[in-house]
């Protein structure tokens, strides 16, 4: 039972009902920190860190949250792993919080948290909760990474630039270039975000359209041998 549970909570966090590709929450953060991997992946794992930390901490203390004012209490829960995360990166990755700037601190407002501390978190057990906030955070920073290098390949001819803003020295070697390429300067502006996810999305609407038929072309298909009922005499 504990299995099905875990299983159900990773296909949809990750795929079934993918915070980005399905709900199409959280679209102002993932279109505007897009433009590249380093970007996408920096949010995506701040988002999902706080997903994680308030999911598990509202499942904690959900016995003793008076029912009427439980939803300023959960985004005080919200903001104050958000602030930890921000103070965080602002410590340790300084200068890619320079650049996700604004978007750090908005993850508050990130209608995905708030959302699954409502409908999860505060009805299920400490674990399952932290889980479904770690798959719905995965699931979140898949599609950002994903848009973001779309749009640096596409804008820059560039792939992981800039990845030691987040790891460090280690990563400044990690740059792929596509050799005599010419920058594609509607990739780099804001309005690309839009045609990349969009593009994003009809992906992932045809392969659950072609595994839908799949399953049905499965069903109908009879396995085996039929009975056959013979009648009357044979001479």
Same mark, same amino acid.
């Given at each position: 039972?504990?299995e ?19 709900? @199409?929450l959280g679209? &102002?953060?993932?279109?505007? &920190?897009?433009g590249s ?10 988002t ?11 499942? @904690? ?7 009427? $004012?439980? $939803? ?12 930890? !995360? ?12 320079? !650049?996700?700037?604004?978007? !750090?601190?908005?993850?508050v ?10 409908a ?15 798959? !719905? /955070?995965?699931g ?17 001819g ?9 790891? /460090?020295?280690?990563?400044?070697d ?6 005599h ?6 990739? $780099? ?6 045609? &990349?996810?969009g593009?994003?999305?009809? /992906? ?23 009975r ?7 001479s």
């Amino acid at each position: 039972m504990a299995e099905n549970l875990y299983q159900k909570i990773a296909v949809d966090g990750l795929w079934r009902n993918n915070t980005a590709t399905v709900q @199409l929450l959280g679209l &102002c953060p993932l279109l505007a &920190c897009s433009g590249s991997v380093v970007n996408g992946l920096g949010l995506g794992l701040a988002t999902t860190l706080a997903l994680t930390t308030s999911n598990a901490a509202v499942s @904690l203390l959900r016995h003793h949250i008076p029912e009427t $004012i439980r $939803i300023p209490i959960f985004v005080m829960i919200i903001a104050a792993f958000v602030s930890c !995360i921000e103070l965080f990166m602002h410590a340790f990755t300084y200068q890619l919080y320079q !650049i996700l700037g604004i978007f !750090i601190p908005l993850i508050v407002t990130n209608c995905a948290l708030l959302g699954r501390a409502e409908a999860f978190a505060s009805k299920n057990n400490t674990a399952a909760a932290a889980f479904d906030g770690l798959m !719905i /955070g995965v699931g979140f920073t898949l599609v950002l990474v994903l848009l973001g290098a779309m749009r640096e390949l596409l804008g820059n001819g560039t792939l992981f630039a800039n990845m030691h803003l987040l790891f /460090g020295d280690i990563a400044k070697d990690w740059t792929l270039t596509i050799p005599h390429y010419k920058k594609f300067l509607f990739f $780099i502006l804001p309005p690309s975000a839009f045609l &990349c996810l969009g593009l994003i999305i009809a /992906g992932k609407n045809i392969i659950d359209e072609h595994l839908k038929n799949r399953i049905k072309q499965t069903s109908t298909n009879v396995i085996g041998s039929k009975r056959v009922r013979t009648t009357g005499n044979i001479s």
